[in-house]
């Protein structure tokens, strides 16, 4: 069965530093991978995605993300992040051939002004 | 953009009482939609898949009957909490699937939140 862990449960960061959080997940077959973004008090959005080619992929607000496959991880990255990055951010791992998607259980990110 | 409208985002309901959440895909047909459960700081806990024209299908511990499930056409599921305790009380979210294939994504609801007396 899939599974998808995330290694930080709260990050707290001060305005302009780096951010990576890590995402892991267990999976024999082709998956396509996922982070998504829930800001507070706001509903789930997309904030990139995986599906093949460029392993590096980006998103918006300056995001991006790695597909290392040997390593089964896609990590989250962020050069300099702001207050308004404040949010809990979920990785999701859906298998290429109907299985449903699984999500990690999240990381709570906190940016100090 | 894929919009997904969750509806109503927030109910108050006595115990025994049952409450119907519906999940609506604007711009989009969607034959699966997923209702998942978030409790406080926590992930997103999937209680089952909504297929349109069929019967939902449950994750292990999810009561059916008690979650009832209804996906009558491609834009509009319904989740009904039948006879509510206080242990229902929670926050519920909706996403529904699209595009159909191999590049499909999730798109949300903005939750309901329900506080069962």
Known sequence: ?113 | GAVVSQHPSWVICKSGTSVKIECRSLDFQATTMFWYRQFPKQSLMLMATSNEGSKATYEQGVEKDKFLINHASLTLSTLTVTSAHPEDSSFYICSAAWPAGKNEKLFFGSGTQLSVL
């Open chain 1, 1 to 113: 069965a899939q599974s998808v862990s995330q290694h930080n449960h709260h990050v707290i960061l001060s305005e302009a530093a780096s951010l990576e959080l890590g995402c892991n997940y267990s999976y024999g077959g082709t998956v396509n991978l996922f982070w998504y973004v829930q800001y507070p008090g706001q509903h789930l959005q997309l904030l990139l995605k995986y599906f093949s080619g460029d392993p590096l992929v980006k998103g918006i607000k300056g995001f991006e993300a790695e597909f290392i496959k040997s390593k089964f991880s896609f990590n989250l990255r962020k050069p300099s992040v702001q207050w308004s990055d404040t949010a809990e951010y979920f990785c999701a791992v859906k298998g290429n051939y109907g299985q449903n998607f699984v999500f990690g259980p999240g990381t709570r990110l906190s940016v100090l002004p």
